[in-house]
C-alpha cells in the first residue's frame, strides 16, 4: 500500500477518477502510514473510522458520477480548525477534552469537495511558536534527520504536525495556519509547500484565533499544484468572519505551469541578514538564476523597514492573543481550576492551563495595552506596521513578485533554541512582513543544504495575486527539480 | 521602562493569570529582554503615519439584526466545566 502514499493529491485524485483504485483503499493506506508513524507525533487525535466512512461515501459518490474537486482524498486538520465532534485543542490544556459542536468554515468547505478527515495534527501551543515544542501533547519530530547526525529536528512551527504529515506521506496534505510565519517555515524545514494566502481570502471563523489581525489559513502540500488545488477549495467568502473578502475565488491550479516570461521579481537588499548561512544565500541565488532562465526580469528592491517587522509583530500579536485569549476563563469551555472566589477560579484556572510561552505573551500583550504604555508601544507598532505595508506599496511599482528566503536556517535540533525566545522569534524574520502587509506568501524547497536536509524560498505576491505567486512558484519547482525524501526511520 | 516585580505581578493579575512569588523576579528578566529587543522601534520615524490596524480596507459589513444561530442550550452548555439544566454553574459573584 506504500505506493498509494507516495502519491501526489493530484496524482490520487486522478487515480481515483481512472478507477486504479478506491478512496477506502487510499484512505486505509494512510491510516496504516499514520499508525506506523506514531514516533513522529505528528498526528494528536486519528479519526480512522470517522476516515473510512468519509471514503466509502466518496466512492459511493464518485460512482454516481458527483464528485467533488478533492473527493476521495485523505488530509490532516491542524488542530486549530474546530471539528465537530472531533476533539479540538490549540495543543493547549486549557481546552483539554473541548469537542466542537461546529465546524469551521474552512475544513467545512474541504468536506464539501469531498476530502477523507484523517485526524488532527499537533501544533505550538495556540500556534505560538516555531518549533512545536510548545504543546501540550509535546514536540513533532521531524522525519528529515541531518546527514551529521541521528539527533531529533523540529519540523518547525506551528503547524509542525501539519508539514511533517505531509512530508512523512501520512496524508496528501494539510490545513494549517500562518500568523507570523507558521505555514511557511514548517514547510521549508520539511520539503513541502506551503502558502499563506491574501489576509481575508480564508474565512476564520471555526479556527481558534490566536492574533486576529494577521491569522490566515493555508495549506501544507507535496507539490505547488496541490497547494493550489488545496487552497481553491479553502478560500471563499463567509459572512460569519467580519474581515472575509467578498472577491471571486479563481481555480488557482490553472495559473501552475504558466509561463513567467516578463515577470518583473524584486529582489528585497534588507533580506540579506547578518549571520545568513552561506548555503541559503546561494540557494537564494539559485532561485534567481532559475527565474532568469524562465524569462523574468530580476529588479533590486529595497524594504526599508524590514528590520521593524518582527518587534512590530511582537507588540500587535501578543496583544491581540491577550484580548483573544480573554475568553478562556473556566466557566463556559474547558478547564476550570477552582479557587477561593470567582477570581482566583480565573487565575489559577489560566495558570494551570495556558503554557509559558503563552503566558510569556498574554503578558507582553496585557502590559503594551495597558494605561500609560498604550501609544508608546501598541499605537507605535501599528504605525510601523503601516510603514511596513508602504514598503511593499512602492515595490510593487518596480516588481510583480518577490523572491527571498524563507527561514534563516535549515531545521534546528528539538531543545536548541528553547531557552532563548528573542532566538527563537528570529526564526520569522523573512516571512512576519506578509502578515503585517496582509500578502500571499508561498514557500517551497528549493534544495539541500550540506547536511542534506531541505531549504525553502520564498515568493510574496501583490494582494489577492495568488495567481502570479503560483505561477512563480510552478516554474521554480520545475527548475528546483527538488524530489528528495526523508529516509523512514520511524 | 524597566519592568520590575511589582510590574509583572500587576501585569499578571490583570491578565488574571496566578503567578507565585518565585516567578515574578523570572519573569521580568524575560519581558525586559524582549521589551529591550523592541526598543528599537524607537528609531522609526512615525510622525504623521496613520496607525494599521486592518489590511482589510473594506469597513464593518452589516446585517439584519435578527437571530443566525442558538437556542439549543445543551449544545452551548455541552463542553461546560459545570452545567445544570441547561444553565453554566459558575462561582457566587456577589457575596
Known amino acids: 500500500m506504500s505506493a498509494l502514499t507516495s502519491l501526489t493529491l493530484k496524482g490520487a485524485i486522478d487515480g481515483l477518477e481512472a478507477g486504479d483504485f478506491t478512496s477506502v483503499e487510499l484512505t486505509t493506506a494512510h491510516i496504516e502510514a499514520i499508525e506506523a508513524a506514531r514516533a513522529l507525533n505528528a498526528f494528536i487525535v486519528e479519526t480512522p473510522e470517522q476516515a473510512l466512512s468519509m471514503a466509502a461515501a466518496s466512492d459511493a459518490r464518485r460512482a454516481l458520477g458527483a464528485a467533488g474537486p478533492l473527493d476521495g482524498a485523505p488530509l490532516g486538520i491542524k488542530d486549530l480548525f474546530c471539528t465537530k465532534g472531533v476533539q479540538t485543542t490549540a495543543c493547549s490544556n486549557i481546552l483539554k477534552g473541548f469537542v466542537p459542536e461546529y465546524e469551521s468554515t474552512v475544513t467545512s468547505q474541504l468536506w464539501r469537495d469531498g476530502a477523507v478527515m484523517l485526524g488532527k495534527l499537533n501544533l505550538d501551543q495556540f500556534a505560538m511558536g516555531s518549533s512545536n515544542e510548545t504543546s501540550a501533547f509535546g514536540p513533532v519530530t521531524n522525519p528529515w534527520r541531518s546527514t551529521a547526525s541521528n539527533k531529533a529536528l523540529t519540523p518547525g512551527g506551528s503547524s509542525g504536525g501539519s508539514a511533517a504529515a505531509v512530508a512523512a506521506d501520512l496524508c496528501l496534505g494539510a490545513t494549517a495556519t500562518d500568523t507570523g510565519g507558521s505555514i511557511r517555515q514548517p514547510a521549508a524545514f520539511t520539503g513541502t509547500v506551503g502558502i499563506k494566502p491574501t489576509y481575508g481570502r480564508c474565512s476564520r471563523w471555526g479556527v481558534v484565533a490566536f492574533a486576529s489581525s494577521l491569522d490566515q489559513a493555508g495549506p501544507i502540500a507535496k507539490t505547488v499544484e496541490d497547494a493550489a488545488l488545496l487552497l481553491t477549495s479553502m478560500c471563499g467568502h463567509d459572512p460569519k468572519d467580519s474581515t472575509s473578502l467578498d472577491v471571486p475565488v479563481p481555480d488557482f491550479t490553472q495559473f501552475v505551469g504558466k509561463s513567467v516570461k516578463g515577470l518583473k521579481i524584486g529582489i528585497p537588499k534588507e533580506y540579506r541578514v547578518d549571520n545568513m548561512p552561506a548555503e541559503i544565500e546561494k540557494l537564494w541565488e539559485d532561485g534567481i538564476a532559475w527565474l532568469k532562465e524562465a524569462g523574468c526580469e530580476i529588479v533590486d528592491i529595497s524594504l526599508p523597514h524590514t528590520k521593524y517587522a518582527l518587534p512590530a509583530y511582537y507588540i500587535v500579536a501578543p496583544a491581540e492573543a491577550s484580548s483573544n485569549l480573554a475568553r478562556y476563563d473556566g466557566m463556559r469551555y474547558g478547564l476550570r481550576a477552582e479557587g477561593g472566589n470567582l477570581t482566583e477560579t480565573y487565575e489559577n484556572t489560566r495558570a494551570e492551563g495556558f503554557g509559558d510561552e503563552v503566558k510569556r505573551r498574554i503578558l507582553i500583550g496585557t502590559y503594551v495595552l495597558s494605561a500609560g504604555y498604550y501609544d508608546a508601544y501598541y499605537l507605535k507598532a501599528l504605525k510601523v506596521r503601516r510603514r511596513i505595508a508602504e514598503d511593499f506599496d512602492k515595490a510593487w511599482e518596480r516588481c510583480d513578485a518577490i523572491l527571498t528566503p524563507t527561514a534563516p536556517s535549515a531545521a534546528f535540533g528539538l531543545g536548541e533554541n528553547s531557552n532563548d525566545p528573542i532566538a527563537m522569534y528570529l526564526n520569522d524574520v523573512f516571512t512576519v512582513t506578509t502578515n503585517l502587509a496582509g500578502l500571499p506568501g508561498l514557500s517551497l524547497p528549493a534544495g539541500l543544504d550540506s547536511n542534506g536536509l531541505p531549504l525553502g524560498l520564498q515568493i510574496i505576491g501583490k494582494p489577492l495575486d495568488e495567481g502570479t505567486v503560483f505561477s512563480v512558484a510552478g516554474a521554480m519547482e520545475k527548475a528546483a527539480g527538488f524530489n528528495a525524501k526523508a529516509g523512514k526511520w520511524w | ?95
Open chain 2, 1 to 95: 521602562m524597566a519592568i520590575d516585580v511589582a510590574t509583572v505581578r500587576k501585569v499578571a493579575r490583570l491578565a488574571r493569570i496566578a503567578t507565585p512569588e518565585d516567578r515574578l523576579e523570572p519573569l521580568a528578566q524575560e519581558l525586559n529582554g524582549i521589551m529591550a529587543w523592541i526598543e528599537q522601534l524607537a528609531e522609526v520615524d512615525t510622525d504623521g503615519v496613520e496607525p494599521l490596524t486592518s489590511v482589510v480596507g473594506a469597513g464593518a459589513p452589516l446585517r439584519d439584526d435578527v437571530v443566525t444561530m442558538g437556542g439549543d442550550a445543551s449544545v452551548i452548555t455541552s463542553n461546560a466545566p459545570k452545567s445544570v439544566d441547561g444553565f453554566f454553574v459558575v462561582p457566587k459573584v456577589v457575596e
